[in-house]
């Protein structure tokens, strides 16, 4: 399940390729439209600042941008960095303390598959797609079986 801190990272990128162009947009700006808390914010924007996904600049006149045009970031980038793990199962999320059942597991080759469709998915996903998607929910995307 991907996090409050990821949906929002998401929904501040947007954001930002929507309306800073050459500018930057101070974080109460920010906050404010997105309706997310200053503090909360704050910590995501130093992940984003810190990995060079933003440009940011304190003080008077300060505020974040962009460091590279919307089609340049994908949703997996970011979900990657935001979240944890997106790994489906906990035994593919930790490389370090791997399952010890893998050799004879007969379900890991459908978790590999789902993580790597999953993975592949929100690679191919960009800001700028998510930019040029309508927010009007249809139902038929999510239940195509009519549920």
């Not at 503090?39 to 990995?51: D, G, R």
């Not at 300060?62 to 793990?85: A, S």
């Not at 700028?128 to 999510?142: A, F, G, I, R, V």
């Amino acid at each position: 399940m991907i996090s409050t801190r990821g949906r929002y990272a998401l929904r501040v990128l947007i954001y930002l390729a929507e309306h800073s162009k050459d500018e930057r947009i101070p974080l109460k700006a920010i906050s404010a439209s997105e309706g997310i808390s200053q503090k909360y914010l704050e910590s995501i924007m130093t992940t984003l600042s810190k990995a060079g996904m933003v440009d940011a600049i304190h003080g008077k006149g300060g505020g974040y941008k962009l460091n590279r045009t919307p089609d340049q970031y994908t949703v997996g980038e970011l979900l990657r960095l935001t979240e944890t793990t997106l790994a489906p199962v906990s035994c593919l999320g930790s490389a370090v303390n791997p399952c010890e059942r893998a050799d004879s597991c007969r379900t890991l080759p459908i978790w590999i598959k789902l993580n790597k469709l999953m993975n592949d998915y929100l690679d191919s996903v960009t800001i700028e797609d998510l930019m040029n998607t309508s927010p009007q929910y249809d139902d038929s995307l999510y239940w195509p079986c009519g549920l």
